[in-house]
């Protein structure tokens, strides 16, 4: 999984991997996320690939009947199914078990069940901390603080484990509970949390100085583009000197939902194109939901910036609907599907790439920006933000010379 840097702040001096342990972001998935469970015809084999698989079951008949140690056939089969996918040597594409699909699909639906706190992986001791409590979480109730560091869940030592694994062990049912041990300074702290229904926060706005909005969007969920409605409807933004639209550190997000931001600010003509590997392309033009949208735009970008934040950015681009200030983006420039298994697994497989209106794979170069702002934040909470202040000074210019 690559980097996630925002949670309203930028943490890119620490290299931190964050999830929500009642929301989860895994990784870049650009594409149109299928929920289907597998017809008949996916599931039996064609003659040729029996034959090629021939070794496959003879391999796992051996270790049934001879191995050493008792194995649960289910995890030779998610191995086997893990192999096929690392074979094609793509970053983007990937298997989830049956315990691990179930939270994806939830991940970014606006809501999830879990203890509702931001969690990091120290990338020195590899020991997984709480980074943000959410307010009015679970956890925030039980009296869990930033900087705690999880030891166990329901007594089983979770040191060492992956952010996936733990997340596993942590999220459930609302209203089941969840015993963690927490070690907080040099002592151990025992929590009973009681899982919740959470809303994720996914959109900041407000009003800075010289009358200019500000919006910062997370990740592109599903109901993204109704949180961004109201904030723009709350800020009254055409009566505002103009709009500065936050995507830094936003990892992407839903395909659907990418189109529908874009839509917000692009009243018509093409989004995006999908490239498809049999030379088939498809073009998505502008969906109709256009909101007038008439100030000064400026769209905040930084390396961390991917998949369907590069798709929005280089439509605004592209169309010229907006500069766009900060790094050059993460360069993630293809399209997922996720198909559901017959194994309450999933797979997410690479089907095409996208291009900007203009034609341009920004795949492994990403986005660059029409002014460049390099920013190393020096703290986690670092008051200083070069990039929103140009993108201020540049909006300021604009509206100085409009008046002139």
Known sequence: MHTIRAFWQRLQPFHASFMI???????FFLGNQYHISQAQS???????AEILFEPFWQVYNLIESEYLEPVESAKLVDGAIQGMIEVLGDEFSGYMNPEVYPLMNADLSGSVEGIGALVETDETTGEIRIASVLEGSPAEAAGIQDGDVFVAVNGE???GMTQMELVTKVRGRAGSVVNLTMRRGDELVEFEVTR???DVPNIEYKVLDGNIGYVKMRDFSADARVKLDAALDALDVNNLAGLVFDIRGNPGGLLSSAIDIASAFIKDGTILIEDFGNGEERTFEANGTYIGVSVP??????????????????ALQDRDRAQIIGEITFGKGTVQTWRELVNGGGVRLTIARWLTPNGNWIHKQGVTPDIIVEWTPESRNDPNDP?????LDYLTQLQTSVSQ
Do not use: C, K, N, Y
Not at 21 to 27: E, I, L, N, P, S
Not at 387 to 391: H, V, Y
């Open 157 to 159: 030592d979770v040191t």
């Open 387 to 391: 990039q929103l202040r140009a993108a």
């Open 297 to 314: 735009l400026v769209v905040l970008v930084d390396e961390d910036s991917a998949s369907a934040s590069e798709l929005v950015a280089g």
């Open 42 to 48: 996916d599931t039996l084999p064609s003659r040729e």
């Open 21 to 27: 342990v009642g929301v989860f972001v895994a990784g």
């Open 196 to 198: 919740a229904r959470i």
